[in-house]
């Protein structure tokens, strides 16, 4: 069984994003999504040095969406 992390697409309170990303990267260390989440509210709060790493882990594992900007589908 696998477990299910929903998180929300931002809520614009950097403070609480981040708190919630972080809790949830330590319980799913290996979830894209969890990783683009805490890579993103890092990001956002200046930390760009430890978002990098985590918003890679995003890219390399996540598809590609269709007709977003920078997509790696030609």
């Given at each position: 069984?696998?477990?299910?992390?929903?998180?929300?697409?931002?809520?614009?309170n950097?403070?609480?994003?981040y708190?919630?990303?972080?809790?949830?990267?330590?319980?799913?260390?290996?979830?894209?999504?969890?990783?683009?989440?805490?890579?993103?509210?890092?990001?956002?709060?200046?930390?760009?040095?430890?978002?990098?790493?985590?918003?890679?882990?995003?890219?390399?594992?996540?598809?590609?969406?269709?007709?977003?900007?920078?997509?790696?589908?030609?």
């Amino acid at each position: 069984m696998k477990a299910v992390v929903v998180l929300p697409d931002w809520s614009g309170n950097d403070r609480q994003d981040y708190e919630f990303a972080s809790k949830a990267h330590k319980a799913f260390p290996d979830d894209a999504h969890v990783a683009k989440a805490l890579g993103r509210a890092m990001y956002h709060r200046g930390e760009y040095a430890a978002a990098t790493p985590l918003l890679q882990q995003a890219i390399r594992a996540l598809p590609p969406r269709a007709g977003a900007a920078g997509s790696r589908s030609s």
